[in-house]
């Protein structure tokens, strides 16, 4: 069977989940490979969050949020790009190819965006291949 | 438990000795261990053999403290022979807790540490070099040593641990808590974490503490600190946040950031992304490319998130194939 990518997707309540309802109610076609996860703020997307995701077997994690200087909380999407940033470097020491986390901005009335960034992350995961943490770290301990 | 000695073991996996230096630092008090228990395995310190400790009956162990990590088959052996030989098997120190700095070797492969060691090292004759295997034919017969496995283990991924005591190496006061606790058999719920806070560094640090903001990252001797103001806020690099306490601030009172020895707080999963999230939100700036400069000053950010807990950690080791 075909690799199907799946990705999971944080969205921000305030822009980026409204964006991808806007994507729905109007009717715009986006991959399914998408799984949305609403939270309040990109802020409240602790690193853990998307380390747990890839370890248990989603083959990328995509976090959208408000545009700069669009946070319903002012300043969140601001602490997400520094800890984007560092959890970058973090998944290249860790072996993790970068572009299976994305981050992405889309607002309330960008439905049309969402669609594109899915298509888009969607093409890069099926470029990629599947993720193999999992089933790497259970052969670690078969190996035992 | 008057009348009857307190039958307990004292073993190494994967560790550097710390641990055992910290049971001797408790200074005239291992005198006190000498009366109130019988030592019957300590590799570091006393005779025993590995037989002695077979030939014992389940349970005939009070008490057996393994530190180190699990690295090869010898390691997970005696784990689970103590296991099954003690009443209360404590993982003791940060390797058998987390994986400790033996754990750091996750971030690489066995090939590269064979080929490091045994292969390419300046130290080593030419046409001298030799990788060792599990199995070899000698003159004498078949030789066998303990095999090398993939990647390090916390001691609780390989047998059941009853509890945890944290630290690179744990405070004396830390040993001394733990061996009164068995021998009067007071003993907290299983698999709880002994001899420490469930708050971060943080709280029990004496450092004024307020906004923090950092526009560029220091090493400890690059700059000449303030001792009374947070070590984060002048740039040094602290795991003070997302570190259990109980070890006295003992690293951030001499000048030098917490490292992260007595692991995650309760209830975290993994204390690199917890580091990352606090370590990250203090930089002041806005500009992706600028917040790349400004992270570029830390080295190696991945080893000092996870110095001590790599294989504790949710991903465990680096995918690099």
Not at chain 1, 114 to 123: C, I, L, N, Q, Y
Not at chain 1, 136 to 141: G, P, R
């Amino acid at each position: 069977m075909a690799f199907e990518p799946r990705i999971v997707g944080f969205l921000c309540n305030w822009c980026s989940y409204t964006g991808a309802d806007l994507a729905g109610t109007s009717r715009i076609k986006y991959p399914h490979n998408i799984r949305i996860i609403r939270v309040m703020c990109t802020a409240r997307i602790d690193p853990t969050f998307v380390l747990k995701a890839l370890a248990d077997g989603a083959d990328g994690v995509l976090i959208c949020g408000c545009h700069p200087g669009d946070c319903h909380y002012v300043e969140g999407n601001y602490k997400t790009i520094r800890r984007y940033e560092l959890l970058k470097k973090m998944l290249h020491d860790l072996g993790i190819e970068e572009s299976r986390v994305r981050l992405e901005w889309v607002s309330a009335s960008e439905g049309m965006r969402f669609a594109e960034v899915v298509k888009d992350m969607t093409e890069t995961i099926r470029g990629l291949g599947p993720n193999r943490i999992k089933i790497e770290l259970a052969a670690d301990s078969a190996e035992r | 438990m008057a009348d009857k000695k307190l039958q307990i073991a004292l073993y190494w996996g994967a560790a550097c000795g710390g641990c055992d230096v910290a049971v001797l630092d408790t200074n005239e008090f291992i005198l006190d261990v000498a009366e109130l228990a019988d030592i019957r395995l300590w590799p570091i310190a006393a005779d025993g053999k590995y037989e002695d400790i077979e030939r014992m009956e389940d349970g005939e162990l009070d008490l057996a403290l393994y530190n180190g990590a699990v690295r090869n088959s010898e390691n997970e052996e005696i784990a689970e022979l103590l296991r099954k030989k003690s009443k209360v098997l404590i993982a003791f120190g940060s390797c058998s807790h987390l994986g400790g700095i033996p754990g750091l070797a996750n971030f690489t492969t066995r090939d590269e540490i064979m080929k490091t060691a045994f292969l390419d090292n300046p130290s080593i004759e030419p046409g001298n070099q030799a990788v060792p295997v599990p199995k070899s034919e000698v003159s004498a017969g078949e030789l066998e040593i303990p095999s090398f496995y993939k990647r390090v283990y916390k001691l609780d991924d390989v047998v059941d641990v009853d509890y945890f005591v944290p630290g690179c190496p744990p405070a004396p006061a830390q040993v001394k808590a733990v061996l009164t606790a068995v021998a009067k058999g007071e003993l907290p719920p299983k698999g709880s974490v002994v001899g420490a806070s469930d708050l971060a560094v943080c709280e029990d640090c004496g450092r004024k503490k307020s906004e923090k903001k950092i526009k560029r990252f220091y090493r400890p001797w690059e700059i000449i600190q303030d001792f009374d103001v947070c070590l984060l806020e002048q740039g040094i690099l602290c795991a003070g946040p997302a570190t259990r306490s109980g070890c006295g601030v003992r690293c951030p009172d001499t000048g030098l950031g917490c490292r992260g020895c007595y692991g995650p707080l309760p209830s975290v999963k993994d204390q690199g992304a917890k580091l990352l999230s606090a370590i990250a939100s203090v930089i002041d700036s806005n500009d992706p490319e600028e917040i790349e400069r400004i992270i570029a000053d830390i080295p190696d950010f991945t080893a000092l998130a996870y110095r001590f807990g790599l294989p504790a950690s949710i991903l465990q080791r680096s995918f690099r194939s």
